[in-house]
C-alpha cells in the first residue's frame, strides 16, 4: 500500500475581566506553562484593529476552533457561534454573526491552521461559514491524527488519550484547566440546562464561555508543535501526509450524506413497538415482568433446567447477550446454528431488547438527526480504535447485523439512481495468509477455494458436514480476531473438546499462522510491546495480552487496504459516488442507466496484490435501498 503523494500540508486560574484598550475589547490573561498567554474578545468592529495586526504578524500555523450550538452539524437550526485563532500566546474569540466577513477573510488567507478533531470544525466551517472542506483541508493540520499516530490508546487504555485536555497535560502543561468542567456547571447553575443543551443558550459574551473557547486554539498550536517533530522523528510523516487526506475525504461523504425514506421509517418505528411488546408479553408468560431485569431472568431460566455458569464481577449469574444468544440457539447474526432446541425465554428476551434498541437506537435516530432534506449525515470516524479501524455513528451502522435488512432499507438512492457496493472477499483471511506466509492458505486462495469449506474438509477430510464448516469459520476469526475456545464454544454451540480439536486442526493446516502469530508475541514478550504495520503504524500492546498481536495488524492492515481504496476511488474520479464505508464494504449510488458500470470500475479500484495474495472485491447493484442488498423483498423495497 502506498500513501499518495499529495502536498498537505500548568496553569493558575484565569484572571478577569480585563479591560485593556478600547472599552469593548475584554482581554482575559492566564499562566500557561510558565508563560502568560491572552484571549482577546472583541465587541465592535473597532476592536478588530488588533485582530488585522495579529493576522498580520505572518504565524505560518494558528490554531483553529469553533463554537456550535450543538455536534449535529446539519440539523435544521444549526449555528456557529464563535470561531477562534490563536498562536501560542493568545487567541481571538470572534462573534460568528457580527465579524462572519472578517472570519471568511482569515480563513481564506494563504496560511495553515491547527485542528483538534478537525473533521468536525470542517464541516462546521464549510456549511455556516461557506469555506469548503476542499479549500480549508488541504491547509489543516489535526493534533489528534498526529497523537493517534504517536499513540493510538485512549487514557483508560494505559496511553496518553486522544482528547484535547488530555493531550495537553502530558504535552503542555500538566495544569492544563478542564475548562469544560467549568462551563458545564455554568450550564446547569446559571442555565438549568445539561452537558448537550447547554451550547445554545450561554450568552455568547459569559467570561467562562470565551475563556473555554479562547484557550483551545492556543492549546491546539502549542500540541502541534510538540507533536509534529514527534511524528517526523518516528518516520511517520507519510502517513500523517496520507491520514489528513483520508479525514478530508470521509468529511465530505459526511457532508453528502445519505437520503432515508421517512415513510417507511416511521412505519417501521411502530412494528418495532409492536413488536418489542409482542415479546415482553412472552417473556411474562415465563415469569419475566421485565426484561431488562438480570434477576428475573436468571431466575425464570434456570426454572426452565438451563445450567447458567457465568457470573458478573459482583457475583450475580450472567444473563447477557453472549450467554442468551447460544440458548436461543443464534450465532451473532442471529442465524440459527442447530446445534440445540431454541429455549423460548433468551429467544423472546432477546428480540424484545433488540426492537427495543433498533426503535430508539436507529428508526428514532434516523427522524431525529435527518436534517432538512431527509437526510441523515452519519459520523464516519477515521482513526476510532488503537487499530484505526474505522467506525460510523449518530447512528451506530456497524453494529447492524449483516443477515438482516429492516433497518437498512431506510436508507434509500436519490431520485434517479440506485444505491450500489463493493465488499472486500474475506480480506482479514487473505491479510491474514500474506502476512503470516502461510504456503497452503496462500495456495487455496490463489486457487479460489472457500477458505472455510477448505479448512473444514482439511480438518473433518472430505465428508464435512455444514455445522463442521461453520466451527472452522468460527476457528479462522478467531485466530484473526483473537476469540478462544471458550468464545467459539458460544458462537457455534459445539462442544468444546470438538472446538478444541479443530484449533488444533487449524494449527496443523496453517503452520505458519501458528508461527506468525507466536513470532509477533515473542517479539512483543522481548522487545518493545507493540507490533508494526504494513504502512508504519505502531500498535502498542497490553502486558497481559500481548496474544491480541495478530488481530491488531490484522485489522490494522485490513482498514488500511480499504483506506487506501476511498482514496484512489477519489483520485479516479469517483468520490462523488460514494456514501458510507461500513466494515469492508462501501456503499455507493450511481445512475441506473450506468450503475453497473460504476460500481464494477469502483469494485476495480478496490482490488490489489498484498504480499502475493490478491485482494479482491464484490460489486453489485443493490437497487433502490441499501436493504435491497441484503435480502429485502422487492415489494417492501418498492414500497
Same mark, same amino acid.
Not at 423460548?344 to 431488547?353: E, G, N, Q
Given at each position: 500500500?502506498?500513501?499518495?503523494?499529495?502536498?498537505?500540508?500548568?496553569?493558575?486560574?484565569?484572571?478577569?475581566?480585563?479591560?485593556?484598550?478600547?472599552?469593548?475589547?475584554?482581554?482575559?490573561?492566564?499562566?500557561?506553562?510558565?508563560?502568560?498567554?491572552?484571549?482577546?474578545?472583541?465587541?465592535? *468592529?473597532?476592536?478588530?484593529?488588533?485582530?488585522?495586526?495579529?493576522?498580520?504578524?505572518?504565524?505560518?500555523?494558528?490554531?483553529?476552533?469553533?463554537?456550535?450550538?450543538?455536534?449535529?452539524?446539519?440539523?435544521?437550526?444549526?449555528?456557529?457561534?464563535?470561531?477562534?485563532?490563536?498562536?501560542?500566546?493568545?487567541?481571538?474569540?470572534?462573534?460568528?454573526?457580527?465579524?462572519?466577513?472578517?472570519?471568511?477573510?482569515?480563513?481564506?488567507?494563504?496560511?495553515?491552521?491547527?485542528?483538534?478533531?478537525?473533521?468536525?470544525?470542517?464541516?462546521?466551517?464549510?456549511?455556516?461559514?461557506?469555506?469548503?472542506?476542499?479549500?480549508?483541508?488541504?491547509?489543516?493540520?489535526?493534533?489528534?491524527?498526529?497523537?493517534?499516530?504517536?499513540?493510538?490508546?485512549?487514557?483508560?487504555?494505559?496511553?496518553?488519550?486522544?482528547?484535547?485536555?488530555?493531550?495537553?497535560?502530558?504535552?503542555?502543561?500538566?495544569?492544563?484547566?478542564?475548562?469544560?468542567?467549568?462551563?458545564?456547571?455554568?450550564?446547569?447553575?446559571?442555565?438549568?440546562?445539561?452537558?448537550?443543551?447547554?451550547?445554545?443558550?450561554?450568552?455568547?459574551?459569559?467570561?467562562?464561555?470565551?475563556?473555554?473557547?479562547?484557550?483551545?486554539?492556543?492549546?491546539?498550536?502549542?500540541?502541534?508543535?510538540?507533536?509534529?517533530?514527534?511524528?517526523?522523528?518516528?518516520?511517520?510523516?507519510?502517513?500523517?501526509?496520507?491520514?489528513?487526506?483520508?479525514?478530508?475525504?470521509?468529511?465530505?461523504m459526511q457532508r453528502r450524506g445519505v437520503l432515508l425514506d421517512v415513510p417507511y421509517i416511521q412505519d417501521l418505528k411502530g412494528r418495532l413497538g409492536d413488536e418489542a411488546e409482542h415479546y415482553r408479553q412472552a417473556a411474562a408468560r415465563y415469569g419475566v415482568a421485565n426484561v431488562n431485569s438480570t434477576a428475573q431472568i436468571a431466575e425464570a431460566l434456570t426454572a426452565m433446567g438451563e445450567d447458567l455458569t457465568e457470573r458478573t464481577p459482583s457475583g450475580a449469574l450472567k444473563v447477557d447477550k453472549g450467554v442468551?444468544?447460544?440458548?436461543?440457539?443464534?450465532?451473532?447474526?442471529?442465524?440459527?446454528?442447530?446445534?440445540?432446541?431454541?429455549?423460548?425465554?433468551?429467544?423472546?428476551?432477546?428480540?424484545?431488547?433488540?426492537?427495543?434498541?433498533?426503535?430508539?437506537?436507529?428508526?428514532?435516530?434516523?427522524?431525529?438527526?435527518?436534517?432538512?432534506?431527509?437526510?441523515?449525515?452519519?459520523?464516519?470516524?477515521?482513526?476510532?480504535?488503537?487499530?484505526?479501524?474505522?467506525?460510523?455513528?449518530?447512528?451506530?451502522?456497524?453494529?447492524?447485523?449483516?443477515?438482516?435488512?429492516?433497518?437498512?432499507?431506510?436508507?434509500?438512492?436519490?431520485?434517479?439512481?440506485?444505491?450500489?457496493?463493493?465488499?472486500?472477499?474475506?480480506? *482479514?483471511?487473505?491479510?491474514?495468509?500474506?502476512?503470516?506466509?502461510?504456503?497452503?492458505?496462500?495456495?487455496?486462495?490463489?486457487?479460489?477455494?472457500?477458505?472455510?469449506?477448505?479448512?473444514?474438509?482439511?480438518?473433518?477430510?472430505?465428508?464435512?458436514?455444514?455445522?463442521?464448516?461453520?466451527?472452522?469459520?468460527?476457528?479462522?476469526?478467531?485466530?484473526?480476531?483473537?476469540?478462544?475456545?471458550?468464545?467459539?464454544?458460544?458462537?457455534?454451540?459445539?462442544?468444546?473438546?470438538?472446538?478444541?480439536?479443530?484449533?488444533?486442526?487449524?494449527?496443523?493446516?496453517?503452520?505458519?499462522?501458528?508461527?506468525?502469530?507466536?513470532?509477533?508475541?515473542?517479539?512483543?514478550?522481548?522487545?518493545?510491546?507493540?507490533?508494526?504495520?504494513?504502512?508504519?503504524?505502531?500498535?502498542?500492546?497490553?502486558?497481559?495480552?500481548?496474544?491480541?498481536?495478530?488481530?491488531?495488524?490484522?485489522?490494522?492492515?485490513?482498514?488500511?487496504?480499504?483506506?487506501?481504496?476511498?482514496?484512489?476511488?477519489? *483520485?479516479?474520479?469517483?468520490?462523488?459516488?460514494?456514501?458510507?464505508?461500513?466494515?469492508?464494504?462501501?456503499?455507493?449510488?450511481?445512475?441506473?442507466?450506468?450503475?453497473?458500470?460504476?460500481?464494477?470500475?469502483?469494485?476495480?479500484?478496490?482490488?490489489?496484490?498484498?504480499?502475493?495474495?490478491?485482494?479482491?472485491? *464484490?460489486?453489485?447493484?443493490?437497487?433502490?435501498?441499501?436493504?435491497?442488498?441484503?435480502?429485502?423483498?422487492?415489494?417492501?423495497?418498492?414500497?
Amino acid at each position: 500500500m502506498r500513501p499518495p503523494s499529495l502536498s498537505w500540508g500548568g496553569g493558575r486560574p484565569l484572571l478577569g475581566p480585563i479591560t485593556k484598550g478600547p472599552p469593548a475589547l475584554h482581554t482575559y490573561r492566564h499562566t500557561l506553562a510558565g508563560s502568560e498567554v491572552a484571549i482577546y474578545f472583541p465587541e465592535t *468592529e473597532d476592536d478588530l484593529a488588533g485582530f488585522d495586526a495579529f493576522l498580520a504578524r505572518g504565524d505560518k500555523v494558528l490554531g483553529l476552533d469553533t463554537e456550535t450550538t450543538n455536534l449535529n452539524v446539519y440539523a435544521p437550526g444549526f449555528a456557529v457561534r464563535l470561531v477562534q485563532l490563536g498562536n501560542d500566546r493568545e487567541a481571538w474569540v470572534l462573534r460568528a454573526d457580527r465579524f462572519r466577513d472578517h472570519i471568511v477573510r482569515a480563513l481564506r488567507q494563504p496560511r495553515r491552521f491547527t485542528v483538534h478533531n478537525a473533521s468536525f470544525d470542517l464541516q462546521v466551517i464549510d456549511r455556516a461559514l461557506g469555506v469548503p472542506i476542499e479549500d480549508l483541508a488541504p491547509r489543516t493540520f489535526d493534533t489528534r491524527i498526529l497523537a493517534h499516530l504517536l499513540d493510538p490508546r485512549q487514557r483508560h487504555e494505559g496511553g496518553t488519550g486522544l482528547a484535547l485536555k488530555e493531550l495537553s497535560e502530558v504535552y503542555v502543561d500538566p495544569s492544563a484547566p478542564d475548562t469544560q468542567a467549568g462551563l458545564h456547571e455554568v450550564f446547569r447553575r446559571d442555565y438549568r440546562a445539561t452537558k448537550e443543551t447547554g451550547w445554545a443558550v450561554i450568552d455568547v459574551d459569559h467570561p467562562t464561555y470565551v475563556r473555554y473557547a479562547g484557550l483551545d486554539p492556543i492549546l491546539a498550536r502549542r500540541l502541534f508543535d510538540e507533536l509534529l517533530p514527534l511524528v517526523r522523528d518516528v518516520g511517520l510523516d507519510r502517513l500523517s501526509v496520507f491520514e489528513h487526506r483520508l479525514q478530508a475525504l470521509l468529511a465530505m461523504m459526511q457532508r453528502r450524506g445519505v437520503l432515508l425514506d421517512v415513510p417507511y421509517i416511521q412505519d417501521l418505528k411502530g412494528r418495532l413497538g409492536d413488536e418489542a411488546e409482542h415479546y415482553r408479553q412472552a417473556a411474562a408468560r415465563y415469569g419475566v415482568a421485565n426484561v431488562n431485569s438480570t434477576a428475573q431472568i436468571a431466575e425464570a431460566l434456570t426454572a426452565m433446567g438451563e445450567d447458567l455458569t457465568e457470573r458478573t464481577p459482583s457475583g450475580a449469574l450472567k444473563v447477557d447477550k453472549g450467554v442468551l444468544l447460544p440458548l436461543a440457539d443464534l450465532d451473532t447474526q442471529w442465524q440459527r446454528i442447530e446445534a440445540r432446541t431454541p429455549n423460548p425465554l433468551a429467544d423472546a428476551v432477546l428480540r424484545a431488547k433488540r426492537a427495543d434498541k433498533w426503535s430508539t437506537s436507529y428508526a428514532q435516530a434516523f427522524l431525529d438527526l435527518r436534517d432538512d432534506r431527509d437526510r441523515l449525515h452519519p459520523m464516519i470516524g477515521a482513526l476510532q480504535a488503537r487499530t484505526a479501524r474505522m467506525s460510523i455513528s449518530n447512528p451506530p451502522l456497524q453494529q447492524l447485523p449483516s443477515s438482516d435488512w429492516t433497518i437498512r432499507r431506510g436508507v434509500i438512492a436519490d431520485p434517479g439512481q440506485v444505491i450500489v457496493a463493493a465488499d472486500y472477499q474475506a480480506v *482479514e483471511m487473505r491479510v491474514l495468509a500474506a502476512l503470516s506466509g502461510d504456503e497452503r492458505m496462500i495456495q487455496a486462495i490463489l486457487d479460489g477455494e472457500d477458505l472455510h469449506s477448505f479448512t473444514a474438509r482439511m480438518v473433518y477430510g472430505p465428508e464435512f458436514t455444514k455445522a463442521h464448516r461453520k466451527i472452522s469459520k468460527a476457528v479462522g476469526f478467531g485466530k484473526v480476531f483473537g476469540g478462544g475456545a471458550a468464545t467459539i464454544q458460544r458462537q457455534t454451540g459445539a462442544d468444546l473438546e470438538a472446538v478444541r480439536t479443530a484449533l488444533r486442526g487449524y494449527d496443523e493446516t496453517f503452520p505458519g499462522i501458528r508461527r506468525f502469530a507466536q513470532r509477533l508475541q515473542n517479539r512483543a514478550d522481548y522487545g518493545k510491546r507493540e507490533v508494526v504495520t504494513p504502512t508504519g503504524r505502531h500498535l502498542p500492546l497490553d502486558r497481559d495480552r500481548l496474544y491480541a498481536a495478530t488481530n491488531y495488524i490484522v485489522q490494522s492492515t485490513s482498514r488500511d487496504l480499504l483506506a487506501q481504496a476511498i482514496v484512489d476511488i477519489h *483520485e479516479a474520479g469517483l468520490g462523488e459516488h460514494l456514501l458510507l464505508p461500513v466494515h469492508d464494504e462501501l456503499i455507493a449510488q450511481a445512475p441506473a442507466d450506468v450503475a453497473e458500470d460504476v460500481i464494477q470500475e469502483i469494485g476495480r479500484l478496490m482490488e490489489s496484490t498484498f504480499g502475493g495474495v490478491p485482494i479482491v472485491s *464484490e460489486p453489485e447493484v443493490y437497487g433502490r435501498s441499501w436493504g435491497s442488498g441484503y435480502g429485502c423483498p422487492p415489494e417492501a423495497d418498492a414500497a
